[in-house]
């Protein structure tokens, strides 16, 4: 779609919303659960189908919204959260979607708790995703399975996201409550003690500031983690400011929003589903240079263009071909591309 065809929607939408915030979704929700395999517990999560659903025998991509502390897997964002994907794919820019919301036991952060009364993170990433690929017309591919979350919710969407690369395609987050040990315990001393028992070394488990270190040359290949920022500037400054220092791709916004599922939505909704529709079913693939999925003689004409290039920083822009992310094109570079491009075709380099 053209850019100023994009923007112009955009501005459409927003009118819309506020014109009509009120609208019934055309979709509906329902609360389901099953007993989970892993953990031998009740899972319990709500599921939002698009209009067709039930009329068709198409397949969708999922989206999994994770809420934010004392919260569960119902309330407004049930209503919020699919309206504004009906919204944006009334305007083209994405498709009818799944939106699941997993029930994170109100304050566990997304981890296993260290006890075992709360297993939120063996629930989404072990149990839910299996049963709604099992039981539901869902595209069963990371590449068209993304995770997002409010608050609480973006801490553990962006760790799901760092954690386990072979899960998601795709992260958002909205006003995420990113904190670190020193946060946590300071801001949040019951779910230290009660979720984490009080060691740092558990924590790390499930901290998204650990993962994306750790597997930072998997997600060094991915799409950026999109950042849509409100009341909690401090917390997603400083890991925004730490993805880069890390040299990991990033999409940032602050919206000026309080801290609140609605005015985020309101502000970023229709531009995070525009992020995820450019890009469902598709890896991102840095030898591309051209973009067109391909790995061929135009990207070859663009990476000699570019060879030897020995200090990025002085361009005016970024430098694409640096895929060994030395700050310069050169022999390591050229090794890394001639490989993409005897295979002919992108293929996601984070998977096993």
Known sequence: MDFRLRIVLVALWLWMWSASASAALQGHVESRSFLGPITGKTVTYNIYFPPAYS???DRYPVIYHLHGINGSQGGQQNTTVPQVFEDAA???????????FPNGYGDSFWADSIDGAKPAETDVALQLIPHVDANFRTIADPRSRIIQGFSMGGFGATKFYAKFPQLFGLCIEYDGALLTWQTIITRH??????????????FNQFSPHWWVNANRAALDRRYPVRMAV???????????????????????TETGCPH????????????????IGGRLGRWNCPPDLTGDSVVDDADFVAFAAAYDVLDCSALPTNCPADLSGDGRVDDADFTVFASA???????????P
């Open 260 to 275: 609140q599922v609605p005015c985020l939505m309101t502000s970023e909704g229709v531009h995070s589903a525009a992020f």
């Open 230 to 252: 409100g009341a909690l500037l401090t917390e997603n400054r400083s890991f925004r400011d730490y993805l880069l220092g890390l040299h990991l791709p990033i999409e940032y």
């Open 55 to 57: 009329s068709s025998t």
């Open 90 to 100: 009334a305007l083209g820019l994405i498709g009818p979607v799944i939106v699941v």
């Open 341 to 351: 491009y005897a295979a002919f075709e992108c293929e996601n380099p984070s998977l």
């Open 189 to 202: 001393p019951t779910q230290a003690q009660t979720i984490f028992g009080n060691s740092e070394s558990y």
